[in-house]
């Protein structure tokens, strides 16, 4: 295809290198840092999802966690269940403490596992294919998206909490087993659960380039540098604007479930406010135009947040902040473009066929326009 | 000091930038290298700096290091120093499994020291049983957990309401209103309470549970005059406690007619209220700031000496400081052998330790037998002590619950 | 009968403090489009002043309250001199950038004065309660409420009987045109910035004899007022008003009627729909954005 199907390619193939090999060198191998390098992996992918609806379609979620969260619930649900089998009646525990009789009706189908995989994607799909549907048949952008998927996730968050004897509360679902795949038991310290977690995160990446580069992902960057004229192109906006933040509540389903496989518990914290606008900023950090570059930046920070908060034990987050502030200040377009420019200025000097040279001003014409927006031309 | 440490921080802020993000391996090693001193004793230091629950856990954090500096001033541990490794979790539950699994596994802490939060207890849990290594967990806590490495320093509801709620109806009427927070902590200190006073033909003529940080009470305040009760039983905690007793205290509420009773409120609750607003009400508790003993005197001189004249101790932090001195009295005990978390729990259990609220004793389903108080706030922000048990009260973690109890080997059913 | 009036009253009681808080935001984000997140810590830092002037200098509450909004002022002009500025074009970022505003702001009152939880006397003429018709209504929530209507007045008179306030609403309708006539849109952009951060923190001030002032108390605070903004629509004080005594009201009959988290977990829902079918808000303002 086109020079930049040629260089996502590149970029996914460094990426892939970075995950399979790199990591786990940098983690000795070891379980502790293996599991922590899951981890960071795991809050790359939810930096991912916020980047594709965000960078993509121009969808600001500031709810990304709820479906992240409603994802850790579904897993630990399934594996609350596999921890209780001894209990009278298969019950949680926490369940027998609020006097519940019997197990409630939805618990019942997370017995099994391929329900339970299943269900971790598809239902964060359904809900966001609801609530997508309510928001975009009304033309609702920008920021009313931001404070309805922000209302939306703090009122189900304070379900949760409040439910305890269906949802554990406050604490959450915790005691949780061991998932057990094909009858091999995942020991979330293991080489081969970090493999796992690297294999679903390239797949998911590679999956939604694939989407991105369709015929859909067009449209949808049509739609945003511009929804109304993509509508009177005869485009049915909002369908596609359903998709892409449907798409997304999948890929933070999936994340949410790892998520919860590696702490070992489900918290409402998981859905909650400063969890959701963390992956904001991470993929901001990143660049949020690349859904690598976004899932980069979830690793990077998180990277970042653990070294820091060895180094300066109680001053972390102070340092976290500044660096937010500067990244926006001077990095609009993230650590990716930062990159893009490095590019675009090397390949000026060197190239001169041209195609490229025509790829070039056209990518300069872009990040002109975001250099003079900077400025407030 | 703090001031320092803040100026420290900026200064180190642009050199943390560069180190922090740069991916070089040897930069990656963590500060294992630098900390290599073979023979001390590595214990994890884990409460919450910043965040939410840093207003009472930094307390606890001031009180488990002072206690270490004490002990390492006086020689140490069979000559041995404890070394801290000190993380702040930040008031999150993810990022308290993430630091206690990096002091489990990666600094090789014999015993962590740590947390307030019943989330953040349970949390941390799967780190130290899948490591199996030990938790010193200083609050008190709803019960009905029997874990082998959790060394439960704080109240389980027997100790604070066999006595409490009883003497309450005696006092003022059995008509308890319940309040507290949207949590399992106060359901389960309310289950206790609804089942005494069955026992003892009280009632309850309401149950209400506020989300976690909620702090406009009008409404609660418009529901205490409807319902009149006698007595308003309330586990609010931090600033949902500090917001309604003001609203109570603005509303113009009378504590001699219904006094609000509380399982959660310390001195340090008391010092943002105001002691005016908070003059007349009670509290249950194992240990008051004001409590009169040797012991408490030389702890809370130390502690004021140290932190500032205007800080305050309270049942908490006292457990915080005391679980230092139970875990120096069983390594100790354990002298030249091996030194490791399950050895350090056998040698506990039994310790009895001179604390600034009695003698306690860390019972064999490691709990501790306390010494439960009762006290009335006055408008000094001290608590007077009225009641105070004439012996140590056994701890029940499964007390509301028949045929369950917490031994030696784990939880009994029969 | 006396229930129901005493909700009433606890209703704006909530909409005055709803709107103190609010209303800076709302000057803010109508103005020019900045999603404010560090608003919170607006607050939180005047509750502090409140706080620091009371314990250092026995200064109370009413007397500090124009200390507290020229130290509110003098913050939210260095801040967006320094930061907000250069964001007048990139809106949604000014979301990331403000919430990392807000997380420094936050540690540096907390590596300066501590994570404790500070306390702030009420002022004592306020003491005790008014009964009329048996509903309790406390001598400082009056004041409150009279303070927020105050504040509002001042508002409105700023806005549109001012110099300042037409320059201000010139520039909001086309800021391109208003400086061709001289008016210097950055300038006007930095005025009201600082006037929004004073307002808030009057507001911090202003609560703290009701809540514990600690390094946090401005997270939650943030979201209401967010809500109470979009709620009554961009650019509007009169909607933002509106929707406080909505909000407040609605939060005061649901909580006596049912319980405080299922009358949150209710009013989140109900902005939701409102927001979906009246994306412009109660009040719309009428001109082209």
Redesign the interface.
Known sequence: MNKGFAIDCIGYALFAVFVVLIIP??ANYS???L??YA?YLVLGMAAAAVALSWGTAGI?N?GQALTFGIGSYIMAMHLKLKASEAQAGGMPD?MG??NMEELPWFWEPFQSVSFTLAAGILIPVAIASLIGG??FR?R?T???V???T???M??VQ??I??E?RFTG????L???AALELFGWSVDVYGLAFYYMVAGCLLVVLTLALLFLRSKAGLVLRAIRADPERTRFFGYDVSTYEVVAFATSAGIAGIAGMLYAMI???A?P??MG???S?AF??WA?VGGRESIVAATLGGI?VN??E????????????????????VV??FL?RGLFGLVMDLRIKLESHFMANPISRMNTSLDKHRSETTAS??E?K | MKRR??L???A??GV??A???G?F?G??T??NAAWAAGSDIPVGVLFS??GAVAVVESTLHDACMMAIEEINDNGGINGRKIRPF???P?S???TF???A??LV??DKVVSIFGSYT??SR??V???VE?QNNLYWYPTLYEG?ECSRNVMYGGAVPNQQQQDFVPWLKEKFGGRFYLLGN???YP??EN?VARKILKGIGGEVVNEE?V??GHDSFSSIVSKLRRDKPDVIFCTLVGDSDVAFQREYHNAGLDPKTMPVASLTRSEIEVKAIGGEAAAGHFSSAPYFMGYQSAENKKFVEAYLKKYGQDQVTHFVNEAAYSQVYQFKNAVERIGSGELKPSAIRDAAVGQRFMAPQGEIEIADNLHSYLWPKIGQWQADGQAKVLVDSKSRMAPEPYWA?EGQECTAEGLQKS | MHSWLNEIFIGLSLTSILLMVALGLAIIYGTMGV?N?AHGQFVMIGAYVAWFLQSQFGIGIIVGLPLIFIAGALLGLAVERT?IQ????????T???T??????LE??VR?LFGSDSRYVARPEFLDGNLILAGVHMSYYRLFIIGFALLTLAVTWFLLFRTEFGTKLRAVIQNKEISECYGVSANRVYAVTFAYGAGLAAIAGALITPMVSVTPTMG?GVV?DA??VV?VGGVGSIVGTAAAALMIGEATAWLSYLLSE??A??LI??G??VL???R?QGLFPDKVRR
């Open positions: 060198w940098l379980g502790y840092d599991n922590v981890r600001l500031l926490f403490w609020t309510f928001m009304g609702i920008g920021v009313f931001a404070i309805i922000l209302s939306l703090l009122a304070l379900w909490i409040s305890q509360g406050q604490n959450g915790t005691g949780l702490l070992g518990f918290s914290t998981y406010l400063s969890l606008l904001v900023i901001a990077g990277m970042a653990g070294r820091l908060s060895d180094l300066f034990f109680d001053q972390w987050t102070l340092i976290l902040g500044v660096i937010f502030i926006v200040l609009p927006q900077r407030g | 440490d803040l420290k921080g900026v180190f802020a943390a930038g180190t922090g993000l991916g391996p930069i990656w963590g500060r700096k910043t000190v993380e702040d930040a999150d539950p993810a499994a993430d630091r699994n990096r596994r990666r019943s989330s349970q949390a849990l799967p780190v899948g009905r949207n949590y399992v359901r389960e289950n549970y989300p976690m619950y | 999603i997140l930061i250069r964001l007048y074009t990139r809106p949604l970022d979301i990331l950038a919430w990392g505003i807000g997380i420094v540690q540096l590596g997270t979201v967010f809500l979009i988290t299922t949150r977990i989140l829902l902005v939701i927001i979906r079918f994306p």
